[in-house]
């Protein structure tokens, strides 16, 4: 029998764990075959893909963030070729799932949570008997009368075979991210997510996840994140995997977790701090709220100032970036009260902040409890809030304009002087900057336009010329300097008109040569001639004393020159400064 498992993912770079586990434990029975397309994948181009393969069985892995496009795929190919059988799974239509049947009449059947088990009997029911009623956690139609069988007892997760060793992914690994599992669960009753709905939490087999991630290096994974909710909830398991992975890790592989910091113990982070190569971990944190009765209302359990310890900690060890997350929208956090949760979680300064939205998921107890907090939401995924008791829709708006520049001029780390400077000297608090940055953004239409680099720059630059802000010669330096540092090659047309003429950049030039002194031992070191300088440099003027500040912080209002050099060996940016006489 022909079976397919397939997904469309949100990214290319995304892989689906789930159909790999389908696959492995469908073997030897049934040989399965992989495809994976992208949301952004034109629906006639993955039906026709699929049906060339001449498929009996098709599996669908399906999300909040494709089950619009698979439902198209679905109802297509059952147009070219009413014969192929169509199976659905994965959590979006594990709930609901007798509303999924009737809503989509060319699903033939929809398997229900962990699908390794259920799958497997499924395709040997098609094959042979068609005793569906014996498959547990599946549901079909008899009689045009959808039927639903009772899920079975968790599988023992020490006996799934491995995901990870097809030889048609290889190729692959380095380009992708890789997901990997070492638990399923959460402990935590968290309202607004599905993994609050299983009790427990599961382990796989710790020896054979070494091996599969030994395989994993070994064939070329940069990229491996973990997808257990909550990685360190067993502090020795946790401190056992980060040992192994400090000892046997590859040159240039990076491992992300989903963590619970305020559980996180201060012995931990020292051991990360002293032992972890730079770079080797990146940490996700779910904040979500700093509001106590919201947290409460979503049986959200949080120590916050235990998880500013962890973040700080962590931060302060300067090895591990990390990447913390919001959610507007929660039960009785209204816009003042999320000003506050943005401006505490800013305050950590994470390396990302990542604002989302509140998403009313099928299953979860927000959404069975909706109408108390008068929730207005979307109908189809992802189901996310338009408003609610405390919130209304302008609020949301005005919020989703944060998300926009934060993502373009924090996250992205393009401005880190100039925003630092902004959010503590121009503006009330991080949020005001970003709250009025992003509404500007929106009137002046740039929300729907693309931009490049330099636009960034102009566009900012044009914002705080409207907002009339003390100090712009001082922002306007930090800018320059923002831009130049993070460029590894000259740029051909900066977002400024040039400091000097010709014939004053000459001179400079000139003085240079003759003085290299003047930039200090590192510059001399380079041993730049005339040449280079003009080659592989540029020269600006600032309204303070680019030094003073990069020691101290401190501005003084003292124009100085500005040297960068971009050096064209080892592709970096070198930044020098001087007071002309």
Known sequence: MNVICSTLNAKYIHTNLAIRYLKAYAAPEFNIQIKEYTIKDPVLNIVTDLYQLNPEVIGFSCYIWNIEETIKVVNL???????????????????????????????????????????????????????????????????????????????????????????????????RVTYIETSRGCPFSCQFCLSSIEVGVRYFDREKIKDDIRYLMTHGA?????????????????????????????????????????????????????????????????????????????????????????????????????HLDLIAGLPEEDYASFRKTFNDVFELRPEELQLGFLKMLRGTGVRLRAAEQKYVYMDHSPYEILSNNVLSFNDIVRIKQVEDVLEKYWNDHRMDETVEFLIT??????????????????????????????????????????????????????????????????????????????????????????HPSMLGPSFIDLGLDEKDLYKHTMLEEISFDLALYQTTGKINKQPSCVLAYFDPMKGRTLIFSFIEN
């Open 77 to 175: 190919i059952k147009k070219v070729d009413p014969s192929i059988i169509i199976v659905l799974g994965g959590p979006e239509v594990t709930y609901d799932t007798r509303e999924w049947m009737e809503k989509i009449p060319e699903v033939d059947y929809i398997v229900m949570g962990e699908g390794e088990q259920t799958f497997k009997q499924l395709l040997a029911e098609i094959q042979k008997n068609r005793n569906y009623k014996k498959v547990p956690g599946v549901a079909f139609r008899d009689n045009q009368q959808v039927v639903i069988t009772p899920q079975m007892n968790k599988l023992d997760l020490k006996e799934l075979p491995s995901p990870y060793r097809f030889p048609e992914d290889i190729a692959h690994l380095g380009k």
């Open 222 to 322: 940069k990229t491996i994140k973990f997808v257990d909710r909550t990685f360190n909830i067993s502090r020795s398991y946790a401190m056992e995997m980060f040992q192994f992975l400090i000892d046997e890790h590859l040159p240039g592989t990076v491992f992300q977790f989903e963590i619970t910091a305020d559980i996180m113990r201060p012995e931990v982070i020292e051991f990360l701090n002293q032992e972890a190569p730079k770079g080797l971990f990146r940490f996700e944190i779910g904040v979500q709220s700093t509001n106590d009765f919201t947290n409460e209302l979503v049986m959200r359990k949080q120590n916050y100032s235990k998880l500013c310890r962890t973040v700080t900690m962590v931060k302060e060890g300067k090895k591990i970036d990390q």
């Open 425 to 514: 000297n121009v503006f009330p608090s991080p949020f005001d900057f970003f709250q009025q940055f992003g509404s500007y953004w929106e009137k002046q239409g740039w929300s729907r336009i693309g931009h490049q680099l330099e636009d960034l720059f102009r566009r900012l630059h044009a914002f705080l010329g409207n907002q009339k802000v003390n100090d712009l010669d001082v922002i306007i330096g930090l800018m320059k300097y923002d831009y130049l540092k993070n460029h590894k090659y000259k740029p051909r047309k900066p977002w400024w008109e040039a400091s000097f003429d010709k014939e004053k950049r000459t001179q400079i030039y000139k003085q240079i040569s003759e």
